[in-house]
């Protein structure tokens, strides 16, 4: 076997094993030392206090009554449209799928003002019918309500859903279904015994990612919740930035942790029993043509649906941005230019764009570096080491964001690691967290390669180095793309982390949003409706060139 | 007189399956033509054609998994065009078995039973005896990730046997299996089959499996059925040249037949014997490989037809020799005996044409 030396691999991991150390596990371990000692002596006491308190209980209690809600939701919702998606072939359909995309890649921030700019109480539907029906107050009242944020929820888990357990629908060897159909199953029968207990681990695996994600929910609920509501996120939040409880920020951010390290695990478990299910060949060659009527409606009925859920927030937030108080106007934009008296900021509002993309252009180069070299030693480990380093590597994305960023604020603003007015805290945060997603992107198609190749390369007198360079790197050069992408993307939409770390003097945008939408005032909101569109149009036309990549070459499945 | 009736009626009463005029399109397609057989109570019939032939999708028609565009299918002596596939009681095994991945072997080959509300301790004693039947006791309890290909191809032919169905349907179930087992599992099933006295339908490509399972073959080319005749028939005497070229033959020589009723082709003239000539107009004359041997050690006077060439090929294949030689500008094939070796290549031959070998047939 060819493979590199353990010391030159062990070399190769060290760079993105000291970015986790210091940048990860140290204000992790810093979090937790907080908790157990609030002032610096051992006072275990005082976190089971907190932890016994009924405010502590009442926010976990929330927490996971609305994660859990908002799953049963999701899913009923999702269900039929991933059965569409994965039996029928209708038109549109793939125009859909990748506008499905979009709400995934979606800052959190810009869902919530997308919302906002639909149903709140300056929404458009509330405008429209102030002014059809001559109302002197807006009709829709759900701003600050539990149901708005649950129906943001909804919006960016459907696709999860619907891409998850859709694809694994389709992928299911329609002769399953086909055998039982001849041993005597009548179609329901062959539901309900067959192809539900098939799908059970998609959609378990699918609800399970779901719930993780609305468990850890800050943004939406932060700005379409109000103060009334507060999930454990928005608690850490609330008290370390706002009340400077830091011990108490400490503690719930402990209680964070160890529930998505559970959550993942389980997820983990659950993603191994899911693979064992039997795929066949071809997992889209199966879908038919829509023929009776029965169908038509049934499809008509989801695809109505999911455009509804789908688009039209996005679009109320696109004119949202262009109507003013007398019509179609630019000033939202242009104000975006100006430094106004009453601003909220200190330099014009538009340098939020420039910094977001400075930091995203700095996240995605620092993860790309790390994912690459991270994934490159993860290819060539085998064995119990592989997974235990895999990991060791996915762990971040366990971590909320917030609990990162609340890390970052009580350990690298002092020495040893002083980072409190230096610009690289925010990219670095922001790799932290995209770093795990480009590792997820590079390592499938990196072990991909057969071994071969690279030993018919090296046969052919190829070095090492040549051969990574001319074999591995050139293979896996859409997934560095894929991976880059999607850094670049999660850094511009990135918002709990930001919220500690980001300065004053230089916001990022989903930061910029945000504190235009808790100011009053018609320009302010304006603005908040036009930074998020132009926030929205960034991470989308990444994704969108992404697209047109995959159908300008499509790459052949060599490996297969 | 009596008994003439009976032995008129018999094959009727017999007949379980007819299939008439059977059309169907794939995206707008056509894809079967105007397909008709019968096929009698007991029998196996092989569907034999290359991929893209249309078999599985004749198959999937039979098993009411697709729909047929025009003709009828009469099962029993009814229409079952618009019976569901859960109704009709037919057996099906799959290309890749389509085993429950979430099942275990028990539990797949009882889902049938279930389906017909068998009553538990007969239901278990059935799935006992089938599973005995080929071969598998003492694994009821593995799961289906757990058996290797030969046991799983088991599995799913007891699954298909346990409800006992009226007609067993079976695509490719051994396309997916080496060589060796391939052939040892080609004859267990026949005596399955044949000892439960099933009707079956078997689909394959491979000839030689057809011919060691089947009672009749049915070859199948674009969709439309060629020839549908015993194993033995079908070899001895292929309608047209499709089939021949399908069936491994590589002898085929283009020609006319004069006024004197002798074969014209770049062979030079050859007088044909009856049993070679079938009505129809012929214009391929097909030598079987197995026809010839060597002109130097046959001493008799024979009507035997003489050919002359060079070699160009030898190849020792274990049993026989696999000639090739060139006769004017035609390339033909022999398999000759190892005794006594041929000569080498480059040298000329002589070989002895055995007539019941050569046969007329249309292009």
């Not at chain 1, 071969?452 to 293979?475: F, K, N, T």
């Not at chain 1, 960034?538 to 060139?545: A, E, I, N, Q």
């Amino acid at each position: 076997m060819n493979r590199p030396s353990p010391l030159f691999r062990y070399l190769l991991f060290s760079l993105p094993l000291a970015f986790l150390l210091l940048f990860y596990f140290y204000p992790l371990i810093k979090i937790v030392l907080l908790s157990f000692l609030p002032e610096g002596v051992w006072a275990p006491d005082r976190l089971s206090k907190l932890i016994s308190s009924p405010t502590y209980a009442r926010i976990l209690w929330f927490t996971c009554w609305q994660a859990a809600l908002s799953t049963i939701i999701t899913l009923v919702l999702a269900l039929p449209g991933a059965y569409i998606f994965a039996h029928y072939r209708f038109f549109g359909k793939n125009l859909l799928q990748a506008l499905m995309t979009v709400p995934f890649v979606l800052p959190t921030v810009v869902t919530a003002a997308a919302f906002r700019a639909l149903l709140g109480p300056n929404g458009l539907l509330n405008n429209w019918m102030m002014a059809g029906f001559d109302l002197s107050h807006p009709p829709i009242r759900i701003d600050q309500t539990v149901s708005f944020f649950l129906l943001a929820h909804v919006f960016y888990n459907y696709t999860l859903i619907l891409r998850i357990v859709g694809s694994f629908w389709a992928g299911l060897d329609p002769d399953i279904r086909a055998a039982a159909r001849m041993l005597g199953a009548s179609p329901w029968q062959t539901f309900r015994r067959i192809t539900l207990p098939l799908l059970m681990p998609a959609i378990g695996s699918a609800a399970l990612l779901v719930f993780i994600f609305c468990f850890t929910s800050f943004g939406v609920v932060l700005i379409l919740g109000g103060p009334g509501y507060a999930t454990l996120e928005v608690e850490i939040y609330r008290q370390s930035v706002q009340l400077f409880n830091l011990p108490m920020a400490a503690a719930l951010s402990l209680i964070q942790i160890a529930v998505n390290f559970l959550l993942m695990w389980v997820h983990a478990r659950l993603g191994k029993k899911a693979k064992v299910a039997f795929y066949s060949d071809s997992a889209t060659g199966t879908a038919i043509k829509v023929t009776t009527s029965k169908q038509k409606v049934l499809i008509g009925v989801n695809l109505l649906f999911m455009v509804l859920l789908l688009l039209t927030p996005l679009l109320a937030l696109l004119i949202r941005s262009v109507t003013g108080e007398d019509g179609l106007t630019l000033a939202y934009y242009s104000a975006l230019f100006t430094t106004q008296a009453r601003s909220v900021f200190f330099v014009e509002p538009i340098s939020a764009v420039t910094n977001s993309v400075g930091f995203g252009l700095a996240a995605m180069t620092l993860a790309v570096i790390l994912g690459l070299l991270a994934s490159t030693f993860l290819a060539s480990a085998r064995g119990r080491g592989s997974s235990l380093w895999d990991a060791v590597i996915m762990l971040p994305l366990a971590t909320s964001a917030v609990t990162l960023g609340f890390g970052y604020i009580i350990t690298l603003n002092r020495p040893p690691l002083n980072l409190r007015d230096s610009l690289a805290l925010v990219p670095i945060a922001h790799a932290l967290v995209a770093f795990p997603f480009v590792v997820r992107c590079i390592l499938p198609s990196l072990r991909q390669i057969p071994q071969s190749l690279r030993e018919a390369a090296a046969l052919l007198g190829a070095s090492p180095y040549q051969v990574w360079r001319r074999v591995d790197i050139p293979i896996i050069s859409r997934a560095i793309l894929v991976g880059a992408v999607f850094a670049f993307s999660i850094s511009m939409g990135e918002f709990g982390a930001s919220a500690f770390v980001t300065r004053p003097h230089t916001p990022t945008m989903p930061v910029a949003i945000f504190r235009f939408l808790g100011q009053p005032g018609d320009l302010n909101y304006g603005q908040a409706m036009a930074m998020s569109s132009i926030l929205m149009l960034v991470t989308c036309s990444g994704f969108w060139l992404i697209g047109r990549l995959d159908s300008s070459k499509k790459s052949p499945d060599t490996f297969k | 007189m009596k008994e003439v009736i009976e032995k008129q009626m018999m094959p009727d009463s017999r007949k379980i399956l007819t299939v008439e005029n059977l059309s169907n399109r794939y995206e707008g397609q056509p894809l079967l033509q105007d397909i008709s057989f019968s096929l009698m109570q007991g029998e196996i019939l092989c569907l034999l054609g290359p991929s893209g032939s249309g078999k599985t999708t004749l198959l999937r028609l039979l098993a009411g998994l697709e729909k047929e565009e025009t003709g009828s299918i009469i099962f029993c002596g009814r229409e079952i065009k618009d019976v569901p596939p859960h109704k009709r009681n037919f057996g099906m095994m799959f290309q890749e078995y389509a085993l429950f991945p979430h099942k275990t072997v028990q539990q797949n080959v009882a889902f049938g039973l279930e389906m017909q509300h068998c009553p538990s301790h007969e239901l278990s004693r059935r799935v006992e005896t089938v599973l005995k039947m080929v071969g598998l006791s003492g694994l009821e309890h593995r799961k289906i990730d757990e058996l290797s290909g030969g046991e799983r191809q088991r599995v799913a032919l007891a699954r298909s046997l346990a409800p006992e169905p009226q007609l067993l349907l079976l695509d490719e179930p051994l396309g997916s299996l080496d060589r060796a087992l391939r052939d040892r599992l080609t004859g267990e099933i026949r005596t399955i089959l044949k000892s439960l006295a099933v009707t079956a339908v078997f689909v394959t490509h491979d000839q030689a499996e057809a011919f060691s399972i089947a009672d009749k073959v049915a070859i199948l080319h674009h969709g439309s059925l060629q020839q549908l005749d015993t194993p033995e028939k079908l070899y001895r005497t292929p309608i047209n040249a499709t089939v021949a070229r399908f069936l491994g033959f590589q002898n085929l020589v283009k020609g006319t037949v004069d006024s004197n009723s002798a074969f014209q082709s770049s062979l030079g003239a050859l007088a044909l014997v009856e049993q070679m000539v079938q009505p129809g107009k012929k214009t391929t004359l097909l030598i079987r490989p197995e026809g010839a041997r060597l002109a130097s050690c046959s001493t008799d006077e024979t009507d035997d037809i003489q050919i002359a060439g060079i070699i160009t090929g030898r190849q020792f294949q274990g049993s026989t020799y696999k000639l090739t030689l060139q006769v004017k500008e035609l390339s033909l094939t022999f398999d000759l005996p190892i005794d006594p070796a041929p000569p080498n290549i480059g040298q000329s031959i002589e070989l002895l044409l055995n007539p019941s070998a050569i046969l007329l047939i249309s292009s």
